[in-house]
């Protein structure tokens, strides 16, 4: 099984919540990316 990866506006889209929110959330520890974009970051 693969998962598909998303960028963060497609994941907020997905859970109906902000970009600034998941940003927050990886800035307090309280949500990570699996994985970040050498590139965009």
Do not use: C
């Not at 994941?11 to 959330?25: E, N």
């Amino acid at each position: 099984m693969s998962k598909e990866k998303l960028n963060i506006s497609e994941m907020a889209k997905l859970r109906g919540i902000s970009v600034d929110t998941l940003r927050y959330y990886d800035k307090i520890d309280l949500f990570k990316p699996s994985q970040v974009d050498e590139k965009t970051g």
